[in-house]
């Protein structure tokens, strides 16, 4: 049996798979992550309005008080807990990702490896014959 239970198609698959690794590693190896800083920075928006990070402070610091008052309580998990996924969200939205200087070979190189490593990777799981 080769790759993918089918005959045939083991060396195909290698080569497809280190061809796919090599054009994923390249294409994320060239993409620039930059926070983006502002004063009074936006988490999220809400109903139009602009909730900004020291908002999202405000109910985990009650959320952490009512947690350390009473361990139980639910209303404080849900605060502190709400809180901090809306931080975690803020900074994730506030991130821009942005291809890096590169020529169009290396471009073209990256994109052939990539997307003819996924063909190559089709065929080799598809029945020989």
């Known amino acids: 049996m080769g790759a993918g239970g089918t005959q045939g198609g083991t060396g195909q698959f290698l080569i497809a798979v280190a061809m796919m690794i090599g054009g994923g590693y390249l294409l994320l190896e060239n993409i620039v992550v930059q926070p983006v800083f502002g004063f009074g920075m936006v988490a999220f928006s ?3 309005i602009g909730v900004t990070t020291g908002m999202v402070l405000i109910p985990f610091m009650f959320g952490i ?7 139980r309580n639910w209303l404080g ?4 807990g709400g ?12 991130i821009t990702l ?3 200087r590169i020529s169009a070979f290396d471009l ?5 490896l990539l997307v003819g490593g996924i ?3 089709l065929r080799s799981i598809k029945a020989q014959g």
């Open 119 to 121: 063909g190559l990777f």
């Open 98 to 100: 942005q291809f890096a």
């Open 65 to 71: 008080g009512m947690i350390f008052y009473n361990a």
């Open 46 to 48: 809400v109903g139009g």
């Open 108 to 112: 073209i190189v990256i994109l052939v």
């Open 83 to 94: 809180a901090l996924l809306a931080m975690i969200f803020g900074v994730i939205s506030n």
């Open 77 to 80: 998990w849900l605060l502190a």
